[in-house]
Every structure is written in structure tokens, then in C-alpha cells.
């Protein structure tokens, strides 16, 4: 094992290979308070990659609803009760990763799901009470909430899935940090799956070899965002570049988020896989469900998020999101509107703060007909 430093954490910690950043990296955010489940993300992924023969069970990218929802099964409740107690010394963790926990001869904690685990893709779907029935009780007062967690894989700066990987099939490209597996290399001995705590990984029993999110990398490699992000319905997402947080850029739409404003969090920094895709964390769940998902920065995220409406930057950069189809590489405000550029500064996007309100005449002058005009 290597000694690499996970900022996430904040700290060194061990991990099966030494550190090797690649010379930019895929990274997203997505706002959990936008997305409504059309699960339209879900279904454009799925046409494009996962149509064909051994992949029906596949989601590269899928939405749950918290708290009940999870695909597979419990994958994120199971693990985090083998890992046991996840304590942080402010922005420290204190606990140990998946890699620090991983038993005697093996590189990573992780477990394979089974069949069964893959059958109920939409589990506790607007469910804020969980399920209430062989004599058992609400106790109430009960908490009402719930939220929808879009996932994809996290294209992670430590993956779990290419530290297991006994063959060394799964790479990290060094111009963009897009996981891939090589499918000629593979075996299927499914290491990876059992590896990857989002089971973001499937394996496919026709071609008996895993497969997982490519990020899209040919849209990406044209300066396209993936298709799950194109066609995002709630303009919750966001895909770009993100610098370690040193180097961060405030005209990089994905630093100034993550780094500066500290909005938009990882999901499970505690199982130290630096995970590339972040979270503006739900404003109405309670202050211990986000701190366990996305860390101790939960609460802040939340307070910053709230106050946006009265922070033009911050309110600018989340027009922004889902109004091209094109990867924004830096942005820039102007009074009342805000612009997304590419890296050489060329305009993709131009966007106003606010909308503008257009209360038409009662009366058509044109037609003579009346109008309705919705307030
Ligand atoms: S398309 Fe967007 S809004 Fe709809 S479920 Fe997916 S992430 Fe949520
Ligand atoms: S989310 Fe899972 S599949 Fe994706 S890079 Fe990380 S460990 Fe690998």
C-alpha cells in the first residue's frame, strides 16, 4: 500500500497504488433541490449505452430517493455499517477508509451484491415514512422528508474498482480522469464490482465482462457534457474540470463551487475514494443525514446555498447550469447576467440573473381574444 493525501479528508491515507493525478479531471455538481425524478437522465443514458443483451439490470446512472431508496439494495447502509464508526476532527477524518479497513489479503472493504439486490430499482420511490405494516407503527411526531439523489459513477481520484482489479484491466485516463475498463483485458472475475462502495459497476453474464459509466468521454473529448447531463429536465447538473484545491480557479464554474464558495460536496468522503461528482446538499433534510452523505461541511453548504438569492456570483453560476450543452470551462458575471466560456475565454452561453416578467394585455390586439395570464 501507498501513502496518498485525499484532501477530502484531509489527510495522507493508504491506498493500493502511489498517487497519480491526471493532467485535468472530469468533475460535476449536481443540485439535489432541483431534480424531481423524471428519471429522464436515467432513460438517456440507458438508450445509449445499456440497451443491449446482459445489460437490462444495468443503471449508470439512476435516482434514488432518500432515505428509503438505493439501487442496488442497501448498498450504502450495508457499508457503512461494516465500516463502523465514521468520526471527523473538524475537516479531518478520524475514522478509517474502505482502504484503511480492508480485511487481511484484500485491497478494499466491499461486498458483491446478488441477484435479488438488482430487482428493485425503484425501492422507497416517494417514500418519506418507510414501510409501515405487520403490526409494526409510525411513532410519531415523524419527520416528512425525503430527497432525490441522482447518481453516476464518480470518475474517482482513488477508485475502489481499479485498486481491486486483479488483472489490471481498469485505468484512469491521464488527459481527462475518466475511469474506463478495458473490455479486452477483462475476465469478469467482477473484483471491481465488489470493490466500487456506489456499485457503480455491473457486470454483464453475456460477455462476461464488467462494464460502468464512460462519462460519455466521446461528447467529452468534443467539449459536449455527457447525455445524462444534456438532457437533465430540472437543469440540476453541471459538468466540467476541477483543480486540487490549491491550484482552484474562481472563473472555474466547478472550483468556484466546490473549492471556494465550499457549496457542493463529495458523496461518502468518508470512505476516501475522492469521489469527482458533488452535491449541493438538500436544504429540509436534517443536519445528520447530509453530514453523513456528503461530510461535516453539510450544514454550511446548506446555510450558503440559502442565502444564494442574495449573492449574485453564486446566484449566476446556478443559472448557468443546464442552459448549454457545451462543457463551461470558466464563467464570468456582469451585472445582470452571466456568461460561460470555454478555457480560451470564447463565449458558449450567456445567461440573465432573473428571468423577465411579461404581463401581456388582457386583450389580444392581434386576435381580439381574450388571454389568461398565470400569475
Ligand atoms: S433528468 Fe435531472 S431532474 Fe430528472 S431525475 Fe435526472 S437529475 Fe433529476
Ligand atoms: S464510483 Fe465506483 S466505478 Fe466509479 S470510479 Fe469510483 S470506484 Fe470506480
Redesign the pocket.
Known sequence: MARVFNWQIGREMSYWYPESRPKRQFAAVLDINKCIACQTCTLACKTTWTSGKGQEYMLWNNVETKPYGSYPLAYDVKLLEMLGGQEWDGNRYAGRTLFEAAPAGERVLGWRPGHEDYSYPNTGEDDCAGQVDHGEHLSLPHAQWFFYLARI????TY????SSCPRGSIYKRPEDGI?LVDQGRCRGYQE?VR????K??FYNPLTGTSE??IACFPKIEQGIQPQCFVNCIGKIRLAGWISRPENARPDNPIDYLVHIRKVALPLFPQFG?E?NVYYIPPVHAPESFNRQLFGPGAAQAVKTYREAARDPDLAGLLCLFGSTEMLVSRFRRASETVAGTDEKGAELVRVPLREPVVVRPARDPRTQLVRINCP
Open positions: 459513477c464518480n470518475h474517482c477508485p475502489a474498482c481499479l475511469v471491481c470493490g466500487c462502495p456506489y457503480k459497476v460502468k459509466c475514494l469521489p
